[in-house]
């Protein structure tokens, strides 16, 4: 009896042994996915249903071994809800190894340099996250993030702390969490800046620099011209004249609904605290989400004495330093369209 027990064990191990040895070889095996198009499991359904819709794919071969492996491995209970994009040939651990982690497939959101929060909404709606009026709502209930930083405003905003940059998030991620994202990267970028530019040398202070980088960026289109803008800005401060700023009308007219999209002389008299025709100094707050060119800008300025600038052809702009300069310099860009 005790010989026969023994074979039988030493049958039983061997068998094992085998069996987990071909188990092993068949989840090591690659399989070709049949599309490479994302697809989404979705959360609440059972390891026996993912392995389905695996199977479906072409990236699993056997359902009856892959639910083996998963309860042998433990795995059953650790597949995470989610979308996700296999584009190349994978074996199947490899597969349930990223469903377990959670390896979500990334969705890009790019956001361009001078958006204002309204623009950014549009854009997470534009492409595919949600829509834009959540966007707003979860903007306007992020203030605490950003509270540290918005300590002396009249009425703290997110507006100019969504750091423009692509970004990549999966698919189903609230709007909050994307805010946090850029908002992090905001500040992981200014630290960057005030080791290269110590905030000791600024003529503003962070915030001021803040609202007037996003001044700089809604003027500026050609690069090399920022800082050159920055400095006839900062000159017309030092001179406690008016910054007579069209984007900054036009932001006022934006958060009244009454942009047309074209500036009148009726607008420059819109009254807002944004209005920079009507009110001296910079506006309450930044009028849009400048790029780090921008800080640096306002951070280090041309040394300039020009108090005027006029756009001219190819987004580039006439500086002067006196008005009259600046008066031939809007007349000869009339006629020159005038020519055109």
């Known amino acids: 009896m005790r010989r026969y027990l023994t074979r039988v064990a030493l049958l039983l191990l061997v068998g094992g042994l085998l069996g987990y040895v071909y188990l ?10 049949t599309s490479s198009e994302a697809f989404e499991i979705p959360p609440g359904i059972s390891a026996r249903e993912v392995v ?16 083996a492996y998963l309860l042998i491995s433990g795995k059953r209970k650790a597949l995470r809800a989610g979308e996700y994009r296999f584009d190349h040939p994978v074996t199947t651990r490899d597969t349930i ?40 709502n979860a903007a306007q209930e ?20 969504l750091f423009p940059e692509t970004y990549y998030f999966a698919i189903r991620t609230k709007p909050r969490q994307a805010i946090e994202a850029m908002v992090g990267r905001f500040r992981a970028v200014m630290t960057q800046l005030e080791q290269r530019f110590p905030p000791e040398s600024w003529t503003l202070n962070a915030r001021d620099t803040l609202i007037l980088a996003s001044l700089v960026e809604e003027e500026a289109a050609v690069e090399d011209e920022r800082p050159l803008i920055a400095s006839v800005f ?26 047309s999209g074209k500036l009148s002389r009726m607008d420059l008299k819109f009254d807002s605290p944004y209005n920079t025709y009507r009110y001296p100094g910079l506006p309450p707050g930044p009028i849009a989400n400048p790029g780090m060119r921008a800080l640096e800008a306002v951070m280090r300025p041309a040394a300039t004495r020009y108090l005027y600038f006029v756009r001219t052809t190819g987004g580039r702009h006439t500086f002067s330093e006196t008005l009259a300069a600046h008066n031939r310099a809007v007349s ?5 369209v005038g020519r055109r």
């Open 24 to 33: 092993a070889r068949e989840m090591g095996k690659f399989h070709t996915p």
């Open 332 to 336: 000869a860009y009339r006629a020159m």
């Open 52 to 67: 389905k819709m695996l199977r479906e794919r072409g990236l699993v071969a056997n359902e009856r071994l892959t639910m």
């Open 97 to 136: 190894d990223a469903l377990v982690a959670g390896a979500v497939y990334l969705h890009r959101f790019t956001i361009p340099e001078g958006l204002t929060v309204a623009e950014t909404a549009r854009a997470w709606e534009e492409q595919g996250f949600g829509t834009a009026e959540e966007f707003v």
């Open 234 to 259: 900062l000159n017309r401060i030092k001179l406690r004249m008016l910054l007579q700023c069209d984007p900054t009308v036009v932001y006022a007219l934006e958060q009244n609904n009454k942009y």
């Open 142 to 161: 992020s203030v605490d993030i950003v509270q540290d930083l918005e300590a002396d405003a009249k009425t703290p905003s997110v507006e100019g702390y």
